[in-house]
């Protein structure tokens, strides 16, 4: 039998939000990859999936990367899952993808959850042009410069953060994008699903005086040209 890696995505909260092809690939694998073999256990047993599961940490992704080459070349079925959402988002994953591809391996990619696509689709912001960003950098200085770079851009942004910075985050936001409509998304699919709109001032404002918790995802609209403008420091 030929060795594969399937890329296998996972629910971001709620468990159910699993495909029925995850489940059976899940099932199919000889091993499951996992990012934190805590969380994947919860899920497999969840559905009834007895599979060994072997931890690659984002730390260890660079060391793993042989590893798990070797063993696809030598004809093994793995699948690769994150914490939560799709692999290689924000999460580990890429590199071992890169690794198969220049080996010239088979690499499937079984398509499910991500919470930015989530996060866009219940925004209520512009879908046919987004740009994702993934995190910023969590000093002030470079965030703020990283903001700006952002205004630039056509289409609306997509940003994760986390709940300790998104205060600090969104003072900065407002003073680079303005009045462009925005909004932050908290712990979708889970029990306490949030979705938060209005200008990145209102957000901060907001969130000043309810102290966020979970996993966030900040979104911004698109501004008009002139808004998109760079500004200087």
């Known amino acids: 039998m030929s060795g594969i890696l399937s890329i296998v995505a996972t629910p971001i909260g709620n468990l159910e939000d699993i ?11 000889e091993a499951v990859i996992a990012e934190d073999t805590r969380r994947t256990a919860i899920l497999l ?3 009834g ?7 690659c940490p984002a730390f260890r992704e660079a060391s793993a990367c042989a590893r ?12 690769l899952v994150s914490d939560a959402g799709t692999p290689g988002i924000s999460d580990p994953g890429a590199r071992i ?21 989530a996060a866009l689709c219940g925004s209520g912001l512009p879908t ?13 200085v470079a965030r703020e410069r990283r903001l700006r770079e952002l205004a630039t851009l056509p289409g609306t942004l997509v ?24 909004a932050v998304a908290r712990e979708l699919t889970k029990k306490f699903e949030e ?7 209102e957000l901060a404002a907001w969130f000043a005086t309810h102290p966020p918790k979970g996993e966030i995802v900040f979104l911004v609209g698109p501004g008009h040209p002139e808004q998109r403008r760079p500004t200087s420091l």
Do not use: D, N
């Not at 979705?195 to 001032?201: L, V």
């Open 68 to 79: 798990v080459v070797e063993r696809i070349a030598a004809g093994e079925r793995l699948a």
């Open 195 to 201: 979705f938060r709109r209005g200008t990145s001032a």
């Open 97 to 117: 993808v890169r690794a198969c591809v220049a080996r010239g391996l088979a690499v499937e990619v079984i398509p499910g959850p991500c919470a930015a696509v």
């Open 49 to 55: 999936i007895a599979r060994p599961v072997e931890s």
């Open 45 to 47: 047993q969840r559905h």
């Open 159 to 182: 940003i994760y953060e986390s709940p300790h910075r998104l205060c600090a985050m969104l003072g900065q936001a407002a003073g680079v994008f303005g009045a462009r409509p925005a």
């Open 128 to 140: 046919h042009e987004f740009h994702f960003v993934g995190f910023l950098p969590p000093k002030a």
């Open 19 to 29: 495909t029925l092809r995850a489940l059976r690939v899940l099932r199919e694998a």
